[in-house]
């Protein structure tokens, strides 16, 4: 069994900073690839930063330069500190782990919330 876990999410001012954190744990191999995604009401759920376990990142358009994803591999975590907040990135947002037991398969958080607003 595998476990995902967000947590940091909350209510912040728009220009304000947070820091996501994401723990996987459970019996596994090793963790691939590790993911954050968001969907706010109405909307899809749409792929906001991932990485590798070589550090390897990309961004959504709509992040970069104001959100910065990092991981620790030793502790089986992901971060993703969120500067420069706006309105527009309210959303649940999920965290994925790409994680190889028998083969590889994703396992996904239950979201956290991050509400920007005044």
């Known amino acids: 069994q595998v476990h995902v876990v967000e947590s940091g999410g909350g209510l912040v001012q728009p220009g304000g900073s947070l820091r996501l954190s994401c723990v996987a744990s459970?019996?596994?191999?090793?963790?691939?690839?590790m993911g954050w995604f968001r969907q706010a009401p109405g909307k899809q759920r749409d792929l906001v930063a991932s990485i590798t376990s070589g550090g390897s990142a990309i961004y959504a358009d709509s992040v970069k330069g104001r959100f910065t994803i990092s991981r620790d591999n030793a502790k089986n975590t992901v971060y993703l500190q969120m500067t420069s907040l706006k309105p527009e990135d309210t959303a649940v947002y999920y965290c994925n782990a790409d994680v190889i037991r028998f083969g590889t398969s994703t396992y996904w958080g239950e979201g956290t919330q991050v509400t920007v607003s005044s």
């Open positions: 459970g019996s596994f191999v090793r963790i691939n690839a």
